[in-house]
T-cell receptor, first 114, second 111 residues
């Protein structure tokens, strides 16, 4: 058990609907990352936070994607007007303040857009 | 921009033989390099990392990795493979707060 919790584990939605995922980090971790992983591929960086500040967002990420981390604790990732191409595993990972520290991953949220 | 490449989609090794999973990177400045493993239906787990110092880094489950600055490589190695090592392996690099992963190499250990 890595201590990073993601909910829900699975989400099935119809195209055009909005979905929201939640990540609860290990309590002392102030850096939080969101990744997307499709079958047979590596995790693709989406965005990351240091405490409540969103420091970088992937240029590949459309405006339909938004993430928040109020109060520097849990984080949410919202996808508006979902498309079939959004179907993927969405991973959350957290770590301490230094960039040389290892990431602790959650089990992910598997999104299927029908 | 930083990047990491894993040139092999799949590596097959007989049990008991040594294994190598290749990784090369491109980054400005000094890199922080990592290996992670993903077992079926489980989250990614940290194996080892290179920060500075000794070029040979030892990690979990008997794995080690060799940092080669001139070849910009960070290959994962194990002297004697186990069937239980079969999994998906990812190399990652961090140089500007953003941690980038390679596409992964599937390792098959044949009994």
């Amino acid at each position: 058990d890595t201590g990073v919790s993601q909910n829900p584990r699975h989400k099935i939605t119809k195209r055009g609907q909005n979905v929201t995922f939640r990540c609860d980090p290990i309590s002392e971790h102030n850096r939080l990352y969101w990744y997307r992983q499709t079958l047979g591929q590596g995790p693709e960086f989406l965005t990351y936070f240091q405490n409540e500040a969103q420091l970088e967002k992937s240029r590949l990420l459309s405006d339909r994607f938004s993430a928040e981390r109020p109060k520097g604790s849990f984080s949410t990732l919202e996808i508006q007007r979902t498309e079939q191409g959004d179907s993927a595993m969405y991973l959350c990972a957290t770590t301490g303040p230094q960039t040389n520290e290892k990431l602790f991953f959650g089990s992910g949220t598997q999104l299927s857009v029908l | 921009a930083q990047s990491v490449a894993q040139p092999e989609d799949q590596v097959n090794v007989a049990e008991g033989n040594p294994l190598t999973v290749k990784c090369t990177y491109s980054v400005s400045g000094n890199p922080y390099l990592f290996w992670y493993v993903q077992y079926p239906n489980r989250g990614l787990q940290f194996l080892l990392k290179y920060i500075t110092g000794d070029n040979l880094v030892k990690g979990s489950y008997g794995f080690e990795a060799e940092f080669n600055k001139s070849q910009t490589s960070f290959h994962l190695k194990k002297p004697s493979a186990l069937v239980s090592d079969s999994a998906l392996y990812f190399c990652a690099v961090s140089a500007d707060d953003k941690i980038i992963f390679g596409k992964g190499t599937r390792l098959h250990i044949l009994p």
